[in-house]
Antibody, heavy 122, light 108 residues
């Protein structure tokens, strides 16, 4: 079974750093991408960025470029999302998802991790 | 434009048909994928590509596309289909992705 399992909920203070993880199992981790998606409380899905674990190349949404860092360790089939200085506005649920492709016109995200709730509050 | 626009909410009577639309310039180039999200759960893909259903997704879900608009149709809506639905595609540059604004489907 293909699965993405994320790390547990975090409660942090503004200014603190954080790294959350997403472990992929049941498939060739380096063959597909891993995307990160934010969902703020009561709001919609926002695509943050993507990593291709095969070569560790990344693309970021302009909204998140410079605010977070996406990385991966293919030796342990795990992707990461990292902040160096959290803000209260970073509070939300963060999902990872496997990016799949048929041809360039056809791509989708499946499966998704269970989500990691990040709460930033003083 | 890299935005995908959806109607905020639609309702459908039990057993009837509902169509959810997603508009954006990138849809002239790339197919949309559609995700169902129930409260407190992670999203699940229900349609991708021209009209592909992942294993386990009921046949009542179907997709189509024309010009800058992608559509998700639920034929014979069930109570279990009540959820938020999001479309997604690559943006016009092809290097990034974008999600639609989301549609809340209520089954009456």
């Amino acid at each position: 079974e293909v699965q993405l399992v994320q790390s547990g909920a975090e409660v942090k203070k503004p200014g603190e750093s954080l790294r959350i993880s997403c472990k992929g199992t049941g498939y060739a981790f380096t063959s597909d991408s891993i995307a990160w998606v934010r969902q703020m409380p009561g709001k919609g899905l926002e695509w943050m960025g993507i990593i291709y674990p095969g070569d560790s190349s990344t693309k970021y949404s302009p909204s998140f470029e410079g605010q977070v860092t996406i990385s991966a360790d293919k030796s342990i089939t795990t992707a990461y999302l990292q902040w160096t200085s959290l803000k209260a506005s970073d509070t939300g649920i963060y999902y990872c998802a496997r990016g799949q492709y048929l041809v360039r016109r056809t791509s989708w995200f499946d499966p998704w991790g269970q989500g990691t709730l990040v709460t930033v509050s003083s | 434009s890299s935005e995908l626009t959806q109607d905020p909410a639609v309702s459908v009577a039990l057993g009837q048909t509902v169509r959810i639309t997603c508009q954006g310039d990138s849809l002239r180039i790339y197919y949309a994928s559609w995700y169902q999200q129930k409260p407190g759960q992670a999203p699940v893909v229900v349609i991708y590509g021209k009209n592909n259903r992942p294993s386990g997704i009921p046949e009542r879900f179907s997709g189509s596309s024309s010009g800058n608009t992608a559509s998700l149709t639920i034929t014979g809506a069930q109570a279990d289909d009540e959820a938020d639905y999001y479309c997604s595609s690559r943006d016009s540059s092809g290097h990034q992705y974008v999600f639609g604004t989301g549609t809340k489907v209520t089954v009456l």
